[in-house]
């Protein structure tokens, strides 16, 4: 099973998870993409919650972007998972001061309020110690949100990949996919 998780803003219906989406409906790989709440503490426990049912009966791999590459980060060392995180708001509580207010959703222009007491959230999931081994690092130096640099320090020792160019979407994922399994050990 592999459980996708978006970023800030955006849903289960985005580009990247879709794109996820169809590759492993055509590989017969089971896959979810949840839309998650736009506070952190339900979006964790939601997660948490899907996780703990799945590994009853199969193993669970994260793939994470932006935030949700953040959300990985957490999620992995909590269940001890293997997690891909393509271009992680690896400082999220910081990187998402530059949005408070009125956050927008993607999906539909619907509008949700993003303040200080969601930012603290945030801080309840920092990890100190990564466990590096778990983690596969998606980055494009283009990405014009968060600085790769950041992840790159604070996750070394991960398996990485660096691409010249690029966006904070990360263009041309789907280059990537049969590294992303080979690494997460799924088998088609």
């Given at each position: 099973m592999i459980l996708y998780i978006h970023g800030f803003?955006?849903?289960?219906?985005?580009?990247k998870a879709e794109a996820f989406r169809n590759y492993c409906h055509e590989k017969g790989i089971r896959y979810i993409a949840p839309s998650l709440p736009s506070i952190p503490t339900l979006a964790i426990n939601t997660l948490s919650e899907l996780i703990e049912s799945y590994l009853e009966n199969e193993s669970v791999h994260l793939?994470?972007?932006?935030?949700?590459?953040?959300?990985s980060l957490y999620l992995s060392d909590k269940y001890n998972l293997k997690a891909v995180l393509i271009n992680p708001a690896i400082n999220a509580p910081e990187t998402l001061k530059r949005a408070l207010?009125?956050?927008?959703?993607?999906?539909?222009?619907?509008?949700?309020?993003?303040n200080e007491s969601h930012l603290e959230m945030l801080e309840n999931y920092e990890i100190e110690e990564p466990n590096v081994e778990n983690l596969l690092l998606l980055l494009q130096k283009g990405d014009d949100v968060l600085d790769y640099e950041d992840a790159l320090d604070i996750l070394?020792?991960?398996q990485t990949i660096v691409e010249e160019g690029g966006t904070h979407g990360f263009e041309?994922?789907?280059?990537h996919f049969e590294r992303i399994l080979t690494f997460l050990h799924v088998k088609v």
């Open positions: 803003g955006s849903s289960g219906e985005a580009t793939i994470g972007a932006s935030l949700g590459g953040y959300y207010g009125h956050g927008v959703h993607y999906y539909d222009t619907s509008a949700f309020e993003w070394e020792g991960a041309g994922i789907e280059r």
